[in-house]
């Protein structure tokens, strides 16, 4: 008679889906197809900071609002025909022109910054750079910073959104699927 075997084998495998081959694949893909950054940087300019520049002339400064105009600047406004007081920067309304087009930015694979504005415009609002950090002034001693290029908290989070957007485009183009449950893994016991 033969004896039962009190022995037992268990064997456990694991099967994923997609296979981690593939999902490498995939990865190399999102690799080729992002390469550069430019195109979302170029739509948070466009779709934020422009119009957050504009803003923060519409407001007279965000979060805070910019020093008002010494004695001095308001005479001398007031002899010329414009408002003593306000709005400030906003006399001609030049600055605002030129610190909200497109093409005070440089943008490229990895960064947007704004140029100088003495650099742009034929360099007509090279004041705003001194009212953006603050400096000396041949007439009335000392210019108070009123910085309006300024990336607003608000702005950061339209920013990440615009950029989370993109990037799950980039992953569609990849072929990269990230619907719920696509990527699942289970054990069988034999």
């Known amino acids: 008679m ?7 084998t268990l064997v456990i495998s694991e099967n994923w889906f997609p296979q981690p081959e593939i999902v490498a694949t995939y990865y190399d893909n999102l690799g080729i197809v992002v390469r ?15 119009p957050s520049i504009k803003e923060n002339f519409a407001s007279g400064g965000r979060p ?18 414009y408002g003593e007081a306000g709005p400030i920067l906003k006399r001609t309304g030049l600055l605002e022109k030129v610190a909200s ?12 910054t704004a140029k100088p504005l ?7 609002a090279a004041y705003g ?11 009335s001693g000392w210019i108070p910073a009123r910085p309006f290029l300024v990336i607003q908290d608000w702005d ?18 990849s072929g990269f699927r990230m619907e719920p449950g696509y990527f699942y893994s289970y054990l069988s016991c034999t």
């Open 118 to 124: 003495a650099t742009v415009f034929g360099g007509k």
């Open 36 to 50: 550069s950054f430019r195109e979302p940087l170029d739509r948070a300019v466009r779709r934020v900071l422009i």
């Open 156 to 173: 950061k989070y339209e920013i990440e959104f615009i950029f989370t957007e993109w990037l799950e485009e980039m992953t569609l183009r």
């Open 129 to 139: 750079d001194v009212h953006q950090e603050g400096g000396p002034s041949g007439t």
């Open 2 to 8: 033969a004896k039962a075997s009190t022995a037992s």
């Open 64 to 81: 805070d609002s910019w020093a008002p105009l010494n004695e001095f600047t308001q005479k001398k406004r007031k002899a010329k025909g």
């Open 101 to 112: 087009q497109l093409n005070i930015w440089t943008i490229d694979r990895d960064s947007a």
